[in-house]
């Protein structure tokens, strides 16, 4: 396989405006909102693959998406295992504006199918945040789109070739006229047209209310004899420092009572610390450290069910 570059276009791991409702473009100019309190910018949380060589000195905007220096052969990766998740208040701001253009957020994705044509985003934006505040991994079984609901499933048939995959939407783009999703490299890769770039794709959403929930799931895959008949977990590992924050209170009192509470209520470590933000001082409740995507998914459903709002995923 040769190793080409990713169709290029103004699409890019929006965290900052779609969590805060701020409008972007192709350069990111937003403020996190104040409740995650966590850092909001488009610096690499993990080293990604370099997009180029020598493009250190290169403004972000400029650099070009690719595939790995080196060709990686993803076809054998396993299929994503859909599953019900809460929808957050992260990357689902609703309408938002990119490049003068308003769009909505679906409320519902049954009965959502759409033909256009996909591209893929590759090393540029590797180990950046995506728009829902997780990490872009491009080698996991992803996908970026303008107005399913995140996270989302969808199942995505290349229509020249009828391969079809299934992938986890946590992401928002691609903003160029015509095309309607954003695969990663492994997701292309798997349907055929990483070297065409772009592919005549049809995007069908997976109904929510149709999928097991993450903590049946989880419970499922933890049970050694029930995981020999199931597929390798296509989950990825995330960041050593991934946390769930419940959220940033005023009183110390009030986070330590939250913390306590959680603590009793779950099977994860729970933190508050004090940060100083315009002059007052706020105290963070966070849970965590997370290690692996299946776990956070299943953890934030059961934060909910238990009536402690909606936690965002933040990355310290």
Same mark, same amino acid.
């Given at each position: +396989?040769k190793?080409?570059t990713?169709?290029?276009?103004p699409?890019?791991?929006l965290?900052?405006g779609f969590?805060s409702?701020?409008?972007v473009?192709?350069?990111?100019v937003?403020t996190?909102?104040?409740?995650?309190?966590?850092?909001?910018?488009?610096?690499?949380?993990?080293t990604p693959?370099k997009?180029?060589?020598?493009?250190e000195?290169v403004?972000?905007d400029q650099?070009?998406?690719s595939g790995?220096?080196?060709?990686?052969? +993803?076809?054998?990766?396993?299929e994503?295992t &859909?599953?019900?998740e809460?929808?957050?208040?992260?990357?689902n701001?609703? &309408?938002?504006?990119?490049?003068?253009v308003?769009?909505r957020?679906?409320?519902g994705?049954?009965?959502?199918r759409?033909?256009?044509?996909?591209?893929?985003?590759?090393?540029?934006f590797?180990g950046?945040?995506t728009a829902?505040?997780e990490?872009?991994?491009m080698?996991? +079984?992803?996908a970026?789109h303008?107005?399913?609901?995140?996270?989302s499933?969808?199942?995505v048939?290349?229509l020249?070739?009828?391969?079809?995959i299934?992938v986890?939407v946590?992401?928002?783009? &691609?903003?160029?006229?015509?095309?309607?999703?954003d695969?990663?490299?492994t997701?292309?890769?798997?349907?055929g047209y990483?070297d065409k770039?772009?592919a005549r794709?049809?995007v069908?959403?997976l109904?929510?209310?149709?999928?097991?929930?993450?903590?049946?799931t989880l419970?499922?895959?933890?049970?050694?004899a029930a995981?020999k008949?199931?597929p390798q977990?296509a989950?990825?590992?995330?960041?050593e420092?991934?946390f769930l924050q419940?959220?940033?209170?005023?009183s110390a009192?009030?986070?330590?009572d939250?913390?306590g509470?959680?603590a009793a209520a779950?099977?994860?470590p729970?933190?508050?610390?004090?940060?100083?933000?315009?002059?007052?001082m706020?105290?963070?409740?966070?849970?965590?450290?997370?290690?692996q995507?299946?776990?956070l998914?299943?953890l934030?459903?059961?934060v909910?069910?238990?009536?402690?709002g909606?936690?965002q995923?933040?990355v310290d």
């Open positions: +396989m190793n080409i990713a169709a290029e276009g699409r890019s791991g965290l900052a969590q409702g701020v409008s473009g192709v350069k990111v937003a996190c909102a104040l409740a995650l309190l966590s850092a909001c910018n488009t610096t690499p949380l993990q693959d997009p180029r060589a020598g493009s000195d403004p972000f650099v070009r998406d790995p220096a080196v060709p990686v052969d +993803m076809l054998a990766t396993p994503v &859909p599953v019900r809460p929808i957050g208040v992260a990357g701001k609703s &309408p938002y504006v990119v490049n003068g308003k769009y957020v679906l409320k994705v049954d009965g959502y759409e033909r256009g044509h996909a591209s893929w985003y590759g090393t540029k590797h950046r945040k829902n505040g990490v872009y991994n080698y996991a +079984m992803s970026a303008k107005t399913l609901p995140l996270p499933y969808a199942k048939t290349n020249d070739n009828g391969r079809s299934i986890r946590n992401d928002r783009g &691609p903003f160029v006229p015509g095309r309607i999703i695969l990663s490299y997701a292309a890769q798997k349907l990483i770039g772009v794709v049809e069908e959403a109904d929510p209310a149709s999928l097991p929930s993450a903590s049946e419970a499922v895959e933890k049970d050694a995981r008949g199931l977990d989950s990825f590992k995330l960041p420092n991934t419940v959220g940033a209170y005023s009192s009030q986070a330590d939250i913390r509470q959680l779950f099977g994860y729970v933190s508050v610390s004090p940060v100083q933000r315009d002059g007052q706020l105290y963070r409740v966070r849970i965590g450290p997370i290690a995507q299946r776990a998914a299943a934030r459903e059961s909910e069910q238990q009536s402690f909606q936690p995923v933040v």
